[in-house]
Nanobody, 118 residues
Framework: QVQLVESGGGLVQPGGSLRLSCAAS????????MGWYRQAPGKQRELVAT???????NYVDSVKGRFTISRDSAKNTVYLQMNSLKPEDTAVYYC????????????WGQGTQVTVSS
């Protein structure tokens, strides 16, 4: 089995920054894509950013220029640097990794709350 543990969420004022981390452990041969989703109250889960095994990144339009996704493959960890945070960024953030070990499947983190409020 594989476990993903997230950290770094919290309460921040508008315009502030947070850095989320998500570390995978367990039976891992390699990790393909990694990503972050978020879900605000009463809304559907939304894809925020992805990063491929080669380092290619994609972002939802609403966070372009403010959020940066990165990965440390040696540590099986993905990060989300969030700058210039807005109240509409308030949500539970989930990491996801496509892990290969005999078979390949997606694993999800438990979620971490990000609240942007004055």
């Amino acid at each position: 089995q594989v476990q993903l543990v997230e950290s770094g969420g919290g309460l921040v004022q508008p315009g502030g920054s947070l850095r989320l981390s998500c570390a995978a452990s367990g039976r891992i041969f390699s990790i393909n894509g990694m990503g972050w989703y978020r879900q605000a109250p009463g809304k559907q889960r939304e894809l925020v950013a992805t990063i491929s095994s080669g380092g290619s990144t994609n972002y939802v339009d609403s966070v372009k220029g403010r959020f940066t996704i990165s990965r440390d493959s040696a540590k099986n960890t993905v990060y989300l640097q969030m700058n210039s945070l807005k109240p509409e960024d308030t949500a539970v953030y989930y990491c996801v990794m496509n892990v290969r070990y005999i078979i390949t499947r997606d694993y999800w983190g438990q979620g971490t709350q990000v609240t942007v409020s004055s």
